[in-house]
C-alpha cells in the first residue's frame, strides 16, 4: 500500500495542500501545458482556486516557479478548470 501524503504548495495562497486537491501546470520541454492527471514529468506549479490564480497571475508567480513566461492561453484554460 501507498502511504505517502502528497502535499504540494499552492502558487497563490502558499498553504500546503493535498496533491489531489490542486491543478498542476507543467513545463517541459520549453512548453507549458496544465497538466490534468499530475502525471506528466517536468518542473510544475499548483494552484487550488480561483481567488489564488489571480493572485499568482497578479504576481508573476508562475513566471518565477516554472522559469519560463506563461502564455494567455494558459491562464483562460485555467479558469475555465475553476468554473
Known amino acids: 500500500m501507498n502511504d505517502k501524503?502528497?502535499?504540494?504548495?499552492c502558487a497563490g495562497c502558499r498553504n500546503k495542500i493535498h496533491q489531489t486537491h490542486l491543478i498542476r501546470i507543467c513545463r517541459k520541454e520549453n512548453e507549458i501545458?496544465?497538466?490534468?492527471?499530475?502525471?506528466?514529468?517536468?518542473?510544475?506549479?499548483?494552484?487550488?482556486?480561483?481567488?489564488?490564480?489571480?493572485?499568482?497571475?497578479?504576481?508573476?508567480?508562475f513566471?518565477?516557479?516554472?522559469?519560463?513566461?506563461?502564455?494567455?492561453?494558459?491562464?483562460n484554460e485555467l479558469y475555465e478548470e475553476f468554473k
Open 5 to 9: 501524503v502528497r502535499l504540494r504548495m
Open 33 to 61: 501545458i496544465v497538466d490534468k492527471n499530475n502525471q506528466t514529468g517536468g518542473r510544475g506549479a499548483y494552484i487550488c482556486s480561483k481567488e489564488c490564480l489571480d493572485k499568482a497571475k497578479k504576481t508573476n508567480q
Open 63 to 75: 513566471n518565477r516557479l516554472l522559469k519560463s513566461s506563461i502564455p494567455e492561453e494558459i491562464y
